[in-house]
């Protein structure tokens, strides 16, 4: 898929979760440099740096999409010809690709240690980390049951359902209110992460911030799945990422809404890192304190 499809895609939400968007726009950076034949190096990086900008502007709050953009054209303005340049992209972004699936698998596995006995988890949204988590457990026999948040107002909660019943994971649709209901069962609560600031604070979907709180109320420990590249490099020097505000329509349609009525529609959540037990990485299990080393370790060149 080309660039300017997979803004598209992107943008629609028809590709959506940090994973899931930054691996397609390293595909996409990927896919430009085979498809650019002959042209100076100067052509070259003017049109890798259109692509990225298209690319990073089509949702600003996962950070997973500009690393893998930064991650993809690493290195090209030190090349000496186009040639070298339009392999390095086509070799970066390949390597990225594959490191954020293999990413994924080892979060699940790094998750298993956590539920030392069998019990329910919870969940919000739909994230693949947090999923690889659970299913981790499922197969070592942990897993009593999932409740999976609807997820108000895209319902990635319905795509988390089918994918868990599709594993044989016994999981149980609630609407987000809910959450407190069934809190007092849950053992331990997995979630997704699009970005990690360097003090701790994760972002991830609207209504994350109020299953942390609910969690410390009832002493149940809550882990941010993340992989390294979701952490964001310029939080070290004090900026925070964009929460992105979405349609109201996703809300209400226009023509139910009654006059001299406002939507508002956040669609990610800050959650302070006291309310977080733990981060999920690839490379272990750190407290959030930890975020900025792993900033040092793995994006100090992007
Ligand atoms: C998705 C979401 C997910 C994270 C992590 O929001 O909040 O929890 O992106 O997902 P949206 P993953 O549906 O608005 O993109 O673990 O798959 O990267």
Do not use: W
Request: proline share 5%.
């Amino acid at each position: 898929m080309n660039v300017e499809e997979t803004a598209l895609k992107i943008q629609d939400m028809t590709i959506r979760g940090a994973g899931r968007i930054a691996r397609a726009a390293a595909a996409a950076m990927l896919d430009y440099a085979v498809k650019c034949k002959s042209m100076t190096l100067e052509e070259f990086l003017v049109g890798l740096d259109i692509a990225a900008l298209r690319l990073i502007s089509t949702r600003p709050t996962a950070i997973s999409l500009s690393n893998a953009v930064s991650i993809s054209i690493r290195g090209t303005k030190e090349q000496e010809d186009f040639n070298t340049a339009r392999y390095l992209v086509i070799s970066n972004a390949e390597k990225f690709i594959r490191n954020s699936n293999s990413a994924v698998e080892k979060i699940g596995q790094n998750a298993l240690p956590l539920m030392k006995k069998p019990g329910k988890v919870i969940t919000i949204c739909n994230s693949s980390a947090a999923i690889s988590a659970i299913l981790e457990c499922h197969k070592a026999g942990r897993i009593t049951g999932v409740y999976a948040c609807e997820t108000r107002p895209k319902k990635q909660g319905l795509i988390t359902i089918k994918e868990l019943a599709k594993a044989g994971v016994p999981v149980t649709l609630i609407v987000d209110s809910a959450m407190r209901f069934v809190m007092p069962e849950v053992s331990i609560a997995f979630v997704g992460t699009d970005t990690l600031e360097s003090d701790g604070s994760l972002i991830n979907k609207i209504g994350t911030h109020l299953l942390a709180a609910t969690a410390r109320d009832f002493n149940i420990p809550i882990y941010a799945c993340a992989e390294t590249y979701k952490f964001l490099p310029a939080s070290k020097i004090g900026q925070h990422v964009e929460i992105e505000l979405r349609p109201s329509e996703e809300i209400l349609p226009a023509s139910e809404l009654p006059a001299n009525v406002k939507v508002f529609n956040p669609v990610f959540d800050r959650v302070p890192p006291e309310l977080i037990t733990g981060i999920i990485t690839e490379v272990g299990i750190i407290k959030p304190e930890e975020a900025i080393r792993i900033i040092k370790e793995h994006l100090e060149d992007i």
